[in-house]
């Protein structure tokens, strides 16, 4: 594994609830999130990491991401995803639904799902319909560095979990560049920064 970002290793409060949300710029402890979910009468956990890869698409070469979100709105987002899960799923036990942002290297944690339930199959269940619905709906960016340059892009890989059909997990009609954020549009998404020599930005291209 290589080297992690810049951020703090920071126990996050855990909540009196069942619901642990989060939009951080600590290092997320996945171990803490399995661990809290754990409960005497949920005999299934699933713990979803998603971390930062060296490629998207196409594009090969990433060195760093750097998310950045609607704060106040993120944590609504989240609560309507924890929200959907117990109604999608019996018997659900305690949910962690964490997103980190500032700048991330590549190998670090990003975002983390945990679920307990009683038996296996909801918890598969619950965990990867909550992770689908965390990336189509929560307003979060990510500015993708390579080596030639940089570029804003949507956090969202939510076409097999809605559709790519003009229209949102609740069949409403959005537009491209508000499609993971729940109708919030945002200027940055399809801005293409090319790179000069030493890092410096020397053009903007809306794409």
Sequence with gaps: MGPMSA?????LPPPAGADWLACTTSVLDVGAAAAWVVRPDCGAVVTFTGTVRDHAGPRTGIE????????????PALERVAAGVRQRVERVGRVVLWH???PLAVTDVAVVVAVST???DGAFHAARWAIDELKATA?????EHWPGGAEWVRCDHGNDHGNDHGTDHRGMPIDAASASTGGIRDPRV???EAAAPGGAVTERITV
Excluded at 7 to 11: E, K, N, Q, V
Excluded at 65 to 75: C, S
Aim: net charge positive.
């Design 139 to 143: 307003p979060i960016w990510k500015r």
């Design 64 to 75: 760093l991401l750097e998310y950045e979100a609607y704060e106040e709105h993120v944590v």
């Design 100 to 102: 980190r942002v500032g």
């Design 190 to 192: 399809g801005v293409h």
């Design 7 to 11: 951020g703090s290793l920071t126990r």
């Design 118 to 120: 009683p038996h296996r």
